[in-house]
């Protein structure tokens, strides 16, 4: 989209969006120190079907720009360009790649499926949590502002 040349052209336009991003992040950071409800959670989701599921996550996936830098940058890296079939060396390595990020993601969701009781039903939990969120978010803005291109 030529955006990023713009905000390396152009020092006005790299500072109002640094000074938006901050603006933003301390307007998180706020609205999270203010917030003081309950945790709410609905056990019961509305249904979806599994080629829903599948369609969503393969459009968040083919979305994401760091999967796409990640497999067109990172990994061919590690495919010797003599190799007779490179693509079955990307594939294989793609493989692995994905397994070994299926695995992770299923120890979060099994992590995160057996404290949530715990994190919900206890409001001092949810205070200390929404205190480390909002000094993240504010963190986050400061290290934006100081920062150099």
């Known amino acids: 989209?030529?955006?990023?040349?713009?905000?390396?052209?152009?020092?006005?336009?790299?500072?109002?969006?640094?000074?938006?991003?901050?603006?933003?992040?301390?307007?998180?950071?706020?609205?999270?120190?203010?917030?003081?409800?309950?945790?709410s959670v609905d056990k019961e989701v509305g249904a979806r079907s599994a080629a829903q599921v599948t369609v969503e996550a393969i459009l968040i996936n083919i979305l994401n720009p760091k999967l796409s830098i990640f497999f067109l940058a990172f990994l061919p890296q590690f495919v010797s360009a003599d190799e007779a079939s490179p693509l079955s060396s990307m594939l294989s390595l793609s493989a692995v790649f994905m397994l070994m990020t299926f695995v992770v993601f299923v120890g979060y969701g099994l992590f995160a499926a057996?404290?949530?009781?715990?994190?919900?039903?206890?409001?001092?939990?949810?205070?200390?949590?929404?205190?480390?969120?909002?000094?993240?978010?504010?963190?986050?803005?400061?290290?934006?502002?100081f920062a150099d291109r």
């Open 1 to 39: 989209m030529g955006l990023a040349a713009l905000l390396h052209t152009s020092a006005l336009t790299f500072q109002t969006f640094k000074y938006l991003g901050v603006a933003y992040l301390l307007y998180m950071a706020w609205n999270t120190l203010r917030e003081h409800g309950a945790l």
């Open 114 to 145: 057996s404290i949530r009781d715990h994190v919900i039903s206890r409001p001092k939990v949810l205070t200390w949590m929404r205190r480390a969120f909002a000094g993240a978010f504010a963190a986050l803005g400061a290290k934006l502002a």
